[in-house]
C-alpha cells in the first residue's frame, strides 16, 4: 500500500466514521460503488486521476452514483477528493469502507466469528472453494451460491453480505484470502486485533479468558480468538496473530531439537 493510500484511506475512513445512520443499505452501495470501479477502467482511471480536480472527480461520483443514498455519495464523494497511489487501490478502498460500513451498521453481530467460521468451511471442502473461485462461473452464480449456503438463519446479515458481496468480485484473489482481509478489516473496526489460536483439544473458558488477557495486554487491545483445533499441535499452542507467530507447541519445541542434534 502506497503512501498516498494510507493517507486517503485514513481520511475515508473517518469520513464514514462521522457519518450518520450508516445502515446495510450504505454498505450495500459501498460494495455496488466499489464493484461498477473494479469493473471498468475508465470510471476507475477518472476517480483516480491525480491530474483531474478533486470537484470534477466529485462531479463524476454524482452522476455515477447520484441514485445512491446521500450517505453513501458523501462518503464517495470524500474518497475520490483524495489522492490515491493507484486505481485498484482506490477499490480496495472503497470495499474496505464496505465492510467497515457493515460492521458499523450491526456492532452487536459476531461478524468476525462467522467469517472465521465460514473460511473453516471452505477449507475443508476443496470444491466449493473451487467453485467460489473458478473463473468460470459468473459473479451472480457464485452470490447464489453463497446465499443458499448462508440462507440457514443463523449467520448474520452483516457478514452474509460481506462474504456475497466478496465473492462476486473476487479480483484474482483466492476466496480464503478475502475473507481473512475482511476479518481483519472488522476487527479494526472495533479496534480488535484477531488471533488464531491452533491447539490439539479445545480450550477452556477459563485458559480462552487467560490468553485473551494476555495477548491483549501485549498488544494493548482487545484480541478476538479463533479457535483451530490441529493435531500436529501435540500440546501447547500455536497463536498468529497477522504475522506475528507464536509457537509455544511441543511440535514445535520437538523440531528446534531435532534441528540441533543435525547441527
Known sequence: MGSATTQALAASTQALAAATDVTLDTARELF???RAVGESSQ???ALADPAAA???RQNVVAAVFG????????VLKVVVAERWSSASELTDGIEELAIRAAALAEPR???????FGFTRVVAANPELELALGSRLGGADAKGTLIDRLLADGTTSAPTALIVSSLVRQPRERRVRQLLSRAMRIVASQGDRVVATVYTATSLTEAQRARLSDVLSRRYERTVALNEVLDPAVVG????????DVIDGSISARLADLRQKLAG
Open 67 to 74: 441514485g445512491f443514498s446521500q450517505n453513501a455519495q458523501n
Open 236 to 243: 501447547g499452542l500455536r497463536v498468529q496473530i497477522a504475522d
Open 32 to 34: 455496488a460503488a466499489a
Open 109 to 115: 453481530a459476531d461478524i468476525e466469528g462467522e467469517l
Open 43 to 45: 470510471l476507475s482511471g
Open 54 to 56: 478533486a470537484v470534477a
